[in-house]
């Protein structure tokens, strides 16, 4: 049986915090006999990074991996073992590089933790950055994969998860600038030749920012064209590439924090609307195979016969190719809006319980959210838990609202075909 986000949050406060206040002094312990016998630190070759929970999290790191490949770093990560795919959009990171935890029972994950425990030191790891804001699991394994250079994000005096005295680089975490320049902090902390209190004392040009695009197999573009053009056929649908346009709808969105989700009926309702002003073009409704009940219930809602339930219809190897057949995508803050971001796929995501001012994705996308006084609610110093039980955040966004950033983002795509 499958350990839910709550069980998750549950174990890494109960256990998490003991662990953290035992271990601390143990690792603070061994730096300072290792720093007694051996020499000083060098600038880092072998680079983990540590990102269990979040996919999204895989593709707005990347501008950060980069710039530490650049400095010469060969790069490792360490990944939910069903998050992995997330890695493979990019390969920024070689496979074999790519140490996973199965989260799947407490017998996997105990058995795949320390598995990885071992393979860190067998690999001679010298920096790990621990990209996690909300888990004490993270900080106990960035302690113990014998790194010597260990930087992630620290409390100093603010409110926030008291996750020990494991790093040997503290980094404040701004709540006021974008993931990604957080994320890029981070390698400045671990290539930085002087320790900074805190770290880090830099400023982050918005041109730091550059995602690199998806290499597209040219075989794969033309399976999953084919797979919808024959989907349409079968249902009744006369769809040719290139000439209607093909617009994605996502409804869903993760376990881990359902209020992110618009109502299954408004993803109806803006189907229907999406079909009454462009009534030849085909919509996808998107999502993997366990979201296959949820989407058809959108669909049958919206009872538009050019809108067809495509949940399950590709892997996840095969979205950068549907993305690049695709116009336009909504969905709802989640995965799907970072992975798109490595194609020139035109997006509109919906936020309410988090702000894209931090978790926005960086490809071509325009962001609605309500600006509620309440929101967002989930932070760092949160565990990303809120007590909200009506996401009047997600209500407040109104159909014609979304309409109208599809059709900018429409004409947009029109006129980038048109160059």
């Known amino acids: 049986m499958a350990i839910s986000v709550n ?9 998490g915090v003991p662990l953290c206040a035992l271990i601390s002094p143990v690792v603070a312990l061994i730096d300072t006999v290792k720093n007694a016998f051996t020499p000083g630190l060098q600038t880092p070759k072998k680079l983990l990074f540590i990102e269990l929970s979040e996919m999204g999290s895989a593709i ?31 390969n920024t990171v070689k496979p074999e590089n790519v140490f996973t935890i199965d989260s799947s029972s407490i017998g996997g994950l105990l058995r795949d933790t320390l598995s990885f425990l ?3 030191r067998r690999h001679r790891i010298d920096t790990v950055i621990d990209l ?7 900080a106990i394994l960035t302690g113990l ?33 974008h993931i990604t320049k957080n994320f890029l902090s981070l390698i400045h902390a671990a ?26 197999n040219p075989i794969a573009l033309d399976t999953v064209r084919t797979r919808i053009e024959k989907l349409a056929k079968d249902s009744g649908i006369a769809f040719t590439p290139g000439k209607e346009r093909l617009i994605l709808i996502n409804p869903n969105a993760s376990d881990l924090l359902p209020q992110r989700r618009w109502a299954q009926q408004r993803f109806s309702e803006l189907i229907q609307a999406i079909h009454q002003r462009y009534p030849q073009d085909l919509i996808l409704i998107t999502g993997s195979p366990a979201e296959m009940n949820y989407v058809e219930k959108v669909r049958a809602v919206a009872n538009v016969k050019n809108a067809l339930n495509f949940a399950g219809q590709v892997s996840f190897a095969e979205l950068p190719p549907l993305y690049t057949l695709s116009d336009v995508m909504v969905t709802n803050d989640s995965g799907p809006g970072h992975f798109s971001a490595v194609t020139p796929l035109r997006t509109v995501v ?42 009047v955040c997600m209500q407040a966004i109104t159909v014609p609202q979304v309409l109208e950033k599809v059709t900018l983002q429409l004409d947009a795509a029109d006129q980038a075909k048109s160059r």
Request: charged share 20%.
């Open 7 to 15: 069980t998750m949050r549950a174990i890494d406060h109960w256990v």
């Open 60 to 90: 707005l790191v990347d501008p950060a991996m980069r710039n530490a490949q650049a400095r010469g770093a060969e790069l490792y990560f360490l990944i939910f073992k069903s998050n992995r795919a997330s890695l493979t959009l990019l």
């Open 118 to 120: 071992v393979l860190a």
């Open 132 to 138: 996690e804001l909300f888990s004490r699991f993270t």
């Open 145 to 177: 994969c014998g790194a010597r250079r260990r930087v992630g994000y620290h409390i100093f005096h603010g409110e926030g998860l008291w996750r020990g005295f494991m790093l040997t680089r503290k980094v404040h975490y701004n709540p006021h600038i």
């Open 191 to 216: 290539f930085a030749k002087e320790i900074e209190v805190p770290f880090s004392k830099i400023q982050i040009p918005d041109s730091e920012v550059q995602l690199e695009q998806a290499v597209i």
């Open 350 to 391: 919906l936020f309410g319980p988090e702000t894209p001012a931090l978790y926005g994705s960086i490809g071509n996308s325009i962001a609605i959210t309500a600006n509620l006084a309440c929101s967002p609610c989930v932070s760092a110093a949160n565990h990303r838990k809120t007590p909200c039980q009506d996401n």
